[in-house]
């Protein structure tokens, strides 16, 4: 397999990674991350994973540049990464007792040619007080985190009840079609 440039500076994404065996390097660009308003939630993390990829010239070589963008979407709300600490509480209030969906978009450039995918997964969360939701967001500051939590971490684990999907890309990238597209190319 060709290496593979990784343009995350997610340390879970990294961690599957190396789960997979897949060798990597981590190179980084800052893409604005902005998307037309007329999007669907799926359309939007393919097309800002495809965005990243794009900041990528055509000196890539025979690796291929994997990107990816994580959202969360409740009803027809798209929650990005807080703010700040109470913009990730109110995040996780809305969150609580509810499901929502957790939709990953991923762009692989290879061969001048983009190759993207997304995967979905239903969540569950049963019902979170106040007091666990502001411990968790002032001990774990999960302000790198698309709605406001890492499934990994005391949240996920004290709180989720259910997943309908993959548990990878609830973590941000659906290795188990990853690993298939990678094997495409």
Known sequence: MNKIILASKSPRRQELLKLMDIEFRIVLKDVDESYPADLKP????VYIAEKKAKAFDETVGEEIVL??????CIDDQILGKPENAEHAVQMLQ???GRMHRVITGVC???N???HSFYDV???YFGKLSDDEIKNYVDKYKPFDKAG???IQERIGLIGIEKINGSYTNVVGLPTEKLYRELAKL
């Open 94 to 96: 809305l969150l609580s």
């Open 108 to 110: 692989l450039f290879y």
């Open 112 to 114: 001048q040619q983009y």
């Open 67 to 72: 990107t990816a963008d994580t959202i969360v």
């Open 148 to 150: 406001s939590y890492g």
């Open 42 to 45: 799926e359309e939007i993390a």
């Open 121 to 123: 997964s239903e969540v």
